[in-house]
């Protein structure tokens, strides 16, 4: 049998969205509000899902606190209370919610060595959430 556990983290970060491949009309065009040149902020919600078997001698899937670890060390360390245009991981790409969830994504799928990443989901706002489910 296979269980899934998942864990939630807060944290909160700006960005302005916005690419030099669309010109100022089109980039307020598609990105709105967003676009604003300030920029804007939000609380995220994270959740990372794990999934494996429950160990017998445990009851548990994985160590909570390395997972813990992990996120707190590799994602809200890099992430909290950053303007993320100025992150290295959005040098290249627009960093939008989407973005975001497939770069913490990855960073967790290089990181967790004892458990399988089922996928991140990433709350912006009440209305939007993204998540990102591995193969």
């Known amino acids: 049998m296979k269980a899934h556990l998942t864990r939630r983290y807060w944290f909160a970060a700006s960005h302005r969205l916005d690419t030099p491949k669309l010109t100022a009309d089109e980039n307020r065009a598609v990105y709105g509000k967003c676009n604003n040149p300030f920029g804007h902020g939000h609380n995220y919600a994270l959740e990372v899902t794990v999934s494996g078997q429950v160990e017998a001698a445990t009851g548990m899937i994985c160590n909570l606190v390395d997972i813990d670890r992990t996120v707190k060390h590799h994602v809200l360390e890099r992430f909290d209370h950053q303007n993320l245009n100025c992150v290295p991981e959005f040098r290249e790409i627009v960093p939008t919610t989407e973005n975001l969830c497939i770069a913490i994504f990855n960073i967790l799928k ?20 993204f998540e990102v489910i591995g193969e």
């Open 110 to 129: 290089r990181r967790l060595e004892n458990t399988h990443l089922e996928k991140v989901r990433l709350e912006e706002t009440s209305q939007n959430s």
